[in-house]
């Protein structure tokens, strides 16, 4: 009698896990479907939102500067062993503190938030996160719920109005990942920063003074998209101890403020420009 | 499925045993979205039936046990969907699979079960693959 309710409860489990399994099989999420954006359709999409920006926003291509920013980088991928040619940045004069990344893998990064980086690990933390959410596919996936598939792919057919790409970089400019989304980057964030041997826990301080600086976050953290700053900079903290490194210094304090220095020369310069004359 | 049995239940044994399956299909409306309510009905059933006859207890005991392996398969899917809704699970192919293979298996044990009650009223013997035999362990067999 327990012989034969053995013998029928392991084929009733091989028959249910059995069909879960094979049932799985079947591709229900249509990440494979149509409803993805192709490699080059993301790369034109890209060169779309790069064109509005420089035609709306003065870039900064001064070696001086753009090098500066490029050591930064190739320390972060060199370590993780991603291609540095994958991902470009784009300095862009603008005084506000953000910096975000588009298809097309590049990462803009505001003059604002060079200015108010304390050290060139800050810095690195803000690419370290946006790499992130660029090896995460964050972005298509993002722009995919906010704008919509046809939208994009109308988009990188190079039919596009420019009303549509500002919608585009304001939807990417803006803190719109949600939870899980920043959770993963800053997971994966982490990690990069302690592979390339920078203190994780600058990448903690530069959210804490974020979170200092504007209240909107803390307060209204109930229909934020963002994890309070708070519990990322406990989160980041608490993550870097799982990652072993040994902090090595960026750059020398004079390299560092002298970039700042000429970032703000550029700033200046650009308002002087913006300037009507009479 | 099906064993005759040298036993013959009277008409109003019959009808009870038959009921104990007719418990979990009533309540299958609501059951579908809270998969406790159908193992409630079946169980408030299988404990008025206490003092019944072998017979009507051995049906109530079968219906039971399967209700119990429906109710635990339908709890995970609810979970699971609550924490893909409310949580930080993301929706994968290995969740709808889950939902359609518990879909499948709930239609399955529906019609098994209106096809017990039906020929358990008409006084036929029926023992399901795996709580047929669990039950005969719990309860012994049949004579």
Request: glycine share 4%; with cysteine.
């Given at each position: ?104 893998n590049t990462i803009i990064v505001y003059t604002g938030i060079i200015d108010f980086c304390d050290n060139p690990e800050e810095l690195a933390s803000i690419l370290a996160h946006e790499s992130a959410h ?11 719920e906010e704008i919509g598939i046809s939208i994009l792919t109308v988009i990188s057919a190079g039919n596009s109005s420019s009303g549509i790409i500002r919608e585009i970089v304001k939807t990417l400019s803006s803190t719109a990942f949600d939870r899980k989304m920043e959770e993963q980057a ?93 | ?143």
């Amino acid at each position: 009698m327990v012989n034969k309710f053995f013998f029928h409860f392991v084929t009733f489990l091989c028959l249910f896990f059995g069909t879960w399994f094979l049932l799985s099989k079947i591709d229900y999420n249509g990440s494979k479907s149509l409803l993805i954006l192709s490699k080059s359709s993301e790369e034109k999409l890209g060169k779309e939102i790069v064109k509005y920006i420089k035609e709306s926003n003065e870039v900064i291509y001064k070696d001086s500067i753009t090098d500066v920013m490029d050591i930064i980088k190739n320390r972060i991928y060199l370590s993780n062993k991603i291609d540095t040619s994958k991902v470009k940045i784009l300095i862009v004069i603008n005084k506000e503190i953000n910096a975000f990344a588009i298809p097309g893998n590049t990462i803009i990064v505001y003059t604002g938030i060079i200015d108010f980086c304390d050290n060139p690990e800050e810095l690195a933390s803000i690419l370290a996160h946006e790499s992130a959410h660029i090896e995460c596919n964050h972005i298509t996936r993002k722009l995919k719920e906010e704008i919509g598939i046809s939208i994009l792919t109308v988009i990188s057919a190079g039919n596009s109005s420019s009303g549509i790409i500002r919608e585009i970089v304001k939807t990417l400019s803006s803190t719109a990942f949600d939870r899980k989304m920043e959770e993963q980057a800053d997971t994966v964030a982490v990690r990069y920063l302690a592979k390339a041997n920078i203190d994780p826990s600058h990448f903690a301080d530069l959210l804490f003074r974020l979170s200092k600086k504007s209240d909107f976050a803390d307060r209204f953290e109930w229909i934020s998209t963002h994890p309070g700053s708070k519990e990322r900079t406990a989160e980041i903290l608490k993550l870097s101890k799982k990652y072993p490194f040994k902090p090595e210094a960026m750059f020398d304090s004079e390299t560092w403020h002298m970039f700042k220095k000429k970032v703000k020369i550029e700033e200046e310069q650009d308002h002087r420009r913006a300037e009507p004359s009479y | 499925m099906e064993q005759i049995r040298t036993y013959k239940p009277n008409d109003f044994e019959l009808e009870k045993a038959s009921n104990s399956y007719l418990m979990s299909v009533i309540a299958i409306t609501f059951g579908f979205l809270l998969p406790i309510i159908n193992l409630i009905a079946t169980l408030i059933f299988f404990l008025g039936n206490l003092k019944a006859s072998r017979f009507v207890r051995w049906h109530c005991t079968q219906a039971l046990l399967s209700q119990i392996a429906i109710a635990i398969v339908n709890i995970v899917g609810v979970t699971w969907s609550l924490r893909i809704i409310y949580g930080n699970l993301e929706v994968t192919n290995y969740y709808f699979s889950y939902l359609i293979t518990i879909f499948t298996f709930n239609v399955f044990q529906f019609i098994i079960t209106i096809y017990a009650a039906v020929v358990t009223r008409k006084g036929r013997h029926i023992e399901w693959w795996v709580f047929g035999p669990l039950t005969n362990v719990l309860f012994g067999e049949l004579g």
